[in-house]
């Protein structure tokens, strides 16, 4: 029976829940086929229309307890039909993380980030269930970039010489990240998937696309959000700290310690290069041209990290020289020198 979501809630949700007089508030959505609404009823419910031809709601759910059972604070899940694709969560509250931050709060805010993200990586092995971040998904992710952000977005054709330079380069950041310590990974821990409980504890969301992979991936996500920008500085110290507790926890050798910042480096750019393509992927093809007042941050992300290492230069110069020209033409395009909204530890 294809229940609509009142009665899906009503009939295998919390029984505890008064629905009189309930109806449901549509949120704004994220970068999938997925939709949220807020039951009114009492107290308030999160439902969840995911098609189950297009969203991993299996992964949801097996992640959601894995996390939950490894003391990470995730919604708490009440009823589930794979078939239907329709979910009955727990309601965390409307308060992401990018909504509540201040110059006043930031630094705690973010302390309490990384300790979940700790708390994370330092959980059980890796279930037979979660798929592994090989290289050739890092690869199948970056081709996102020629494909969407630099052919169909720019519109940029790309020659033999063109291709074998971006081949080589992904090729590189490929089998450089793959060789970091293999941790759970989020995959979007960011400024919009972490919620601010009343308690000013935060729980975290979205995490379906979840895999096994590099351990500096989550952090770049977390420290260079493609939503907003800290100081620099602020990362710096932000890396060197969390890998000084990676090497106390076991989970860095002493060689693996020295090389942190690389690593992350180079995780950073394998992330920000596919983002480029999805972003531009999201405006095109699935009509959310919202996601496109981003992309000089995250070119000015990318542009720097590839100017640092001399294996990347030449996929540098040629962004700054075929690419910047062309992207400075278009609507959306700001100074990638000067993008991004700061955020403010003060």
């Known amino acids: 029976m294809n229940l609509d979501l009142i009665e899906f809630a009503k ?18 959505g994220d970068a999938g086929f997925r939709r949220y609404y807020r039951l009114t009823s009492k107290p ?20 959601n307890d894995f996390l939950a059972r490894n003391d990470v604070r995730v919604p708490h899940m009440h009823a589930v039909s794979f078939e239907q694709g329709k979910l009955v969560l727990e309601d965390l509250g409307e308060q992401l993380l990018q ?10 805010l973010y302390k309490k980030a990384l300790e979940m993200l700790h708390q994370i990586q330092i959980t059980s092995d890796r279930p037979d269930w979660l798929e592994e971040y090989s290289q050739e998904y890092l690869l199948e992710e970056m081709q996102l970039f020629p494909d969407w952000f630099v052919q169909q977005l720019l519109g940029k054709k790309l020659d033999s010489t063109a291709e074998k330079m971006i081949a080589k380069a992904f090729t590189f950041l490929a089998e450089e990240v793959s060789g970091q310590p293999q941790v759970f990974v989020h995959r979007d821990f960011h400024c919009r998937n972490l919620m601010v409980l009343p308690d000013q504890n935060l729980a975290v969301i979205d995490f379906q696309d979840a895999v096994w992979g590099p351990i500096t991936y989550d952090l770049v996500s977390l420290c260079k959000d ?8 602020r990362v710096s110290e932000t890396v060197r700290s969390y890998a000084n507790q990676l090497l106390d926890d076991g989970l860095l050798t002493e060689e693996q310690h ?8 180079l995780m950073g750019l394998q992330r920000h290069i596919k983002v480029l393509g999805i ?26 990290t590839l100017g640092k290492y001399p294996e990347l230069r030449e996929l540098h110069d040629w962004m700054m020289n075929q690419l910047i020209p062309l992207a ?7 100074d990638w020198h000067t993008a991004g909204n700061y955020l403010d530890f003060s």
Not at 99 to 108: E, H, I, S, V, Y
Not at 258 to 265: A, K, L, P
Not at 281 to 304: A, F, I, N, S, W
Request: charged share 25%.
């Open 11 to 28: 009939r295998y949700g919390p029984a505890d829940v008064d629905y009189q007089g309930a109806v449901l508030s549509p949120l704004s």
């Open 258 to 265: 020295i090389g942190f910042e690389r690593d992350f480096d």
């Open 328 to 334: 400075s033409g278009q609507d959306w395009y700001k």
């Open 226 to 233: 493609c939503y907003l920008r800290w100081p620099e500085q």
């Open 99 to 108: 909504d509540c931050l201040t110059p006043g709060n930031a630094g705690q």
């Open 44 to 63: 308030s419910l999160m439902l969840v229309d995911s098609p189950p031809d297009k969203e991993r709601n299996l992964e949801y759910v097996q992640i």
């Open 279 to 304: 972003f531009a992927r999201l405006h095109l093809r699935d009509g959310k041209p919202g996601y496109l007042k981003d992309l000089p941050l995250v070119l000015r992300y990318t542009l720097q």
